[in-house]
């Protein structure tokens, strides 16, 4: 499973239809919403990721 990272939902990468690849690493999204966010701002979303800190930008 990964996680959205904009949105933190599991998302499974076998059935996923809704992908983006910033920087060589896939990113996988719940919905078309979740994936466009993340375009317009990839760094953002990315470092999130990796720090897992949730904060108040849920927004799906």
């Known amino acids: 499973m990964a996680m959205d990272p904009v949105c933190y939902v599991d998302v499974d990468e076998e059935t996923a239809r809704f ?3 910033y920087r ?4 996988y999204f719940c919905s078309d919403f979740c994936r ?5 701002n990839p ?3 990315a470092r999130l990721a990796t720090k897992i800190d949730i904060g108040t930008d849920i927004s799906c």
Not at 24 to 27: L, P, R
Not at 36 to 40: A, D, G, N, Q, S
């Open 36 to 40: 466009k966010k993340f375009e317009e």
């Open 19 to 21: 992908s983006s690849t």
């Open 43 to 45: 760094e953002k979303y």
């Open 24 to 27: 060589g690493t896939d990113y």
